[in-house]
């Protein structure tokens, strides 16, 4: 049974930078497929970047696509989102999940719902 615990959220200003975090405690973490997702006040949650479990496809929002990146250390069982030239509106609350049983394709792991194992979140704020 994994357990994730998401760290790096913080408050910073429009064009900064930030690392997040997400470490998976027990389970198996190298087989999980994992994402991130965010929910802005207001709002539903989205989806914003997928990693399959090898770390060799990488998936993203055209939101945030060229600015973020995604990226895992298996040996670490840690999944990180590097965040650059922040806007405003990627103020959430972000959130990691892990392990996809029905397989990493676009239906899928776009679906928080989808996902065995998921965090408690970590927010984000950006300021103009």
């Known amino acids: 049974q994994g357990q994730l615990t998401e760290s790096g959220g913080g408050l910073v200003q429009t064009g900064d930078s930030l690392r997040l975090s997400c470490v998976v405690s027990?389970?198996?973490?190298?087989?999980?497929?994992m994402a991130w997702f965010r929910q802005a006040p207001g709002k539903g949650r989205e989806f914003v970047s997928a990693i399959k479990s090898t770390g060799t496809i990488q998936s993203y929002a055209d939101s945030v696509k060229g600015r973020f990146i995604i990226s895992r250390d298996n040996a670490k069982n840690t999944m990180y989102l590097q965040m650059n030239s922040l806007k405003p509106e990627d103020t959430a609350v972000y959130f990691c999940?892990?392990?996809?049983?029905?397989?990493?394709?676009?239906?899928?792991?776009?679906?928080?719902?989808?996902?065995?194992?998921r965090g408690q979140g970590t927010q984000v704020t950006v300021s103009s």
């Open positions: 027990g389970g198996t973490f190298n087989t999980y497929h």
């Open positions: 999940a892990a392990d996809l049983p029905r397989g990493y394709t676009a239906t899928y792991y776009r679906d928080w719902s989808g996902y065995n194992f």
